[in-house]
């Protein structure tokens, strides 16, 4: 329960981080078959998915990332997003790493990391 707890304080840290930057929030935890998003959000015109982790502050980050079969699952969750959602013509995956405690972690933002 704390580790579901704790995530999601920091997916409700990264979107609220994310909407003081003018991005829109979409969707949060958006689930399709047995995939889900942690958000879905509107940067301009551009449909972005971000998967958030949150770690603590000593692990590195090469360790962090998802594994091959979460992407795939990531991957196949958010086409069925956009088939519901056509009217976007542009699309990427973030992935954000939180290292450390909330509320001052360390923040490390990858724009289209999945692809």
Request: proline share 5%.
């Amino acid at each position: 329960m704390e580790t579901k707890r704790k995530g999601v304080e920091a997916e409700a840290f990264v979107k609220e981080f994310l909407e003081t930057q003018g991005w829109k929030t979409l969707a949060t935890n958006w689930r399709s078959g047995r995939g889900e998003i942690d958000l879905v959000m509107q940067e301009k015109d551009v449909l972005v998915f971000v998967e958030v982790k949150h770690r603590p502050a000593q692990w590195a980050k090469h360790h962090c990332f998802p594994s091959m079969n979460q992407v795939r699952t990531l991957l196949e969750t958010a086409a069925r997003y956009q088939e519901r959602h056509p009217w976007f013509t542009h699309a990427r995956f973030d992935f954000i790493l939180l290292l450390g405690k909330l509320p001052v972690p360390e923040y490390h933002h990858f724009p289209g990391a999945i692809a």
